[in-house]
């Protein structure tokens, strides 16, 4: 049974917390425009009302993509609403969210991912289209025994392993080998001992559970050494906090049992990759939005939400797919949703309408984002693409029912589909992206910084030798 999550009214009720339950270090986490959760850990005995009113000074210029050396104080303001025990550390210790002010102007900082996901919840509130916006992502991982990375100017490449792999059908083992492993593609529900990853997942959850999330499930996913947890969604920010609850616990467990973890999107060659679908909808005054008497009980509200996803999803890109490696899976063919359509019965549409029990359950599944994915951008940019929709009434045209995979040449030239590269997705947000700007959810600011800082990743990627140019044209 998932603990309560830690909400603290006042500054005294937090402090008395610390207090009786001998908490000796409150961990302050905030999270920068990579995604990566960075922190600081104040000692109880200097943390006090003080700082939890004013916040903690901290230097802009170390965080990538944020402040130049001239301007790099910054201030990092506690949300004791959103509090957890971190169950890794040796001492007592408890993380908390924290948001990121601008010391000269005490306003929050417009680079701060978590504060443009509360600007976006905020900019719904005051469209009138509904009062809050629910996500449920499902965040896939890998978990791996070994991890060799190679980057020299002689030697590059990688080396993974893992007792599941089934190219390690033919290795021997001191112990023996069981031969007990999922075949390509064939990871999808097995059991156990075909299945080794229950308990790493079980103890996983459990430890989730103990920091208030809620969870629904586990389970192993298609590619062999792949897996899914699923936890019950929540609004936009809580959502994307989750997700960083989510993230810290897989790699830490993960750890503790001398084993990896990693959200990398397309890790093995020829197997599947791992993706974050992600649900969503709207809600007003305690109604669902989405539901009417549309497609497959969809409002037309609904319907306008998925014509804006179809419309933005190249510029969507460049925040739900920012890596190079995002593009490995997003490959036409594949699994991976890149065909922009939309459909209640078919996975390979980019967004999905699921099978619900009930009408409250009614929402859209979009598909194309992946885990390596800032939850706070990426969500607050799928709800502004989505609101763009609702506001021009951008219909997305006929669902899309038959295989999509199977279509006529001609007729699958007509469906627009997801990038090809970061490079692409972020050249298209450069071209498009008036609708994040709306309500001053996302500034000019914050998205040039993001793009520039991402171009590092592409110039990094593009200029360097790739083994497999080796294996193809050396002898040219």
């Not at 417009?110 to 809050?132: M, Q, Y």
């Not at 899914?228 to 750890?255: M, P, W």
């Not at 219909?395 to 090809?420: Q, R």
Request: net charge negative; glycine share 8%.
């Amino acid at each position: 049974m998932a603990a309560k999550p830690l909400k603290f009214k006042t500054a005294s009720d937090l402090l008395k917390f610390i207090a009786e339950n001998g908490i000796q270090f409150i961990d302050c986490n905030f999270t920068n425009l990579l995604g990566k959760w960075q922190h600081t850990a104040q000692h109880a005995s200097v943390f006090d009302k003080d700082m939890i009113e004013n916040g903690i000074f901290f230097d802009g210029s170390s965080i990538a993509g944020w402040k130049a050396i001239n301007e790099s104080d910054m201030n990092l303001r506690p949300d004791i609403s959103k509090v957890s025990i971190d169950p890794f550390a040796a001492q007592n210790t408890i993380k908390i969210f924290c948001d990121v002010y601008e010391p000269s102007t005490g306003k929050p900082y417009n680079r701060d991912p978590r504060f443009i996901a509360k600007s976006a919840e905020n900019h719904l509130k005051k469209l009138g289209v509904g009062d809050a916006s629910y996500f449920g992502p499902k965040a896939e991982f890998f978990i791996f025994e070994d991890v060799k990375i190679h980057m020299d100017m002689n030697k590059v490449g990688f080396e993974i392993d893992s007792p599941e792999g089934p190219y390690n059908s033919g290795r021997h083992y001191n112990e023996g080998n069981t031969g007990h492993r999922p075949h390509v593609k064939g990871g999808y529900f097995p059991e156990s001992p075909v299945d080794s990853l229950s308990d790493i997942r079980g103890e996983m959850v459990t430890v989730m559970q103990s920091m208030g999330l809620s969870v629904e499930k586990h389970h192993h996913e298609v590619a062999s050494s792949q897996c899914e947890i699923g936890f019950e969604h929540s609004t936009l920010t809580d959502s994307a906090d989750n997700v960083q609850i989510y993230k810290h616990v897989v790699h830490n467990v993960a750890h503790s049992y001398g084993k990896t973890a990693t959200f990398l999107p397309k890790p093995i060659y020829g197997d599947n990759g791992s993706g974050m679908h992600c649900h969503q909808s709207i809600w007003k005054a305690g109604k669902p939005v989405f539901v009417g008497d549309g497609y497959n009980g969809l409002s037309e509200t609904a319907l306008y939400y998925i014509g804006g996803i179809i419309k933005h999803a190249r510029a969507l890109n460049a925040f739900t797919n920012p890596t190079t490696n995002s593009y490995k899976r997003l490959v036409p063919g594949y699994e991976a949703p890149v065909l922009l359509a939309y459909s209640a019965r078919n996975r390979s549409a980019s967004c999905r309408i699921p099978q619900a029990d009930q009408p409250n359950a009614k929402r859209v599944d979009v598909r194309f984002p992946d885990p390596a994915a800032n939850p706070y951008l990426a969500f607050a940019a799928m709800l502004m693409a989505g609101l763009n929709g609702i506001e021009n009434k951008i219909h997305p045209g006929d669902a899309m029912d038959k295989d999509l995979y199977d279509l006529p040449e001609k007729e699958l030239a007509s469906i627009p589909t997801v990038c090809g590269s970061l490079r692409q997705a972020l050249t298209a947000l450069k071209d498009n992206h008036d609708f994040l700007l709306k309500g001053d959810v996302f500034t000019k600011d914050a998205i040039d910084a993001y793009i520039e800082l991402k171009m590092e990743d592409v110039e990094a990627y593009e200029t360097m030798i790739h083994p497999i140019e080796y294996f193809m044209y050396y002898s040219c």
